[in-house]
Nanobody, 124 residues
């Protein structure tokens, strides 16, 4: 089994920055794709950024391209999301997700492993 634990959420003013972290434990050697989704109450979960641990290939949602950066500590299976120039519309619960050797990026909502989420609130 794999456990994902997020940290780093919080409240920030528009234009500010936050850095999210997601640490994998358990059978983390079986993780080959990691990434982030976000969800606003009443809306569908949205894929934000993803990375393939085998190739370091990344994918970003259009809404965050150029503002967010995903990176990976592959040895410890920690994925980071550096969020800059935050906007009020970035306010959401952010979830870390991961999947096994058959994964491809971007991950879908059927990814095998999920964290509990961390809240990001951006005020105008």
């Amino acid at each position: 089994q794999v456990q994902l634990v997020e940290s780093g959420g919080g409240s920030v003013q528009a234009g500010g920055s936050l850095r999210l972290s997601c640490a994998a434990s358990g059978y983390s050697y079986n993780i080959y794709c990691m990434g982030w989704f976000r969800r606003v109450p009443g809306k569908e979960r949205e894929g934000v950024a993803f990375i393939d641990t085998r190739t370091s290939r990344t994918n970003y949602a259009d809404s965050v391209e150029g503002r967010f950066t995903i990176s990976l500590d592959n040895a410890d299976k920690i994925v980071y999301l550096e969020m800059n120039t935050l906007k009020p519309e970035d306010t959401a619960m952010y979830y870390c997700a991961a999947d096994g050797p058959r994964c491809r990026t971007p991950l879908g909502v059927n990814a095998g492993y999920w964290g509990q989420g961390t809240q990001v609130t951006v005020s105008s």
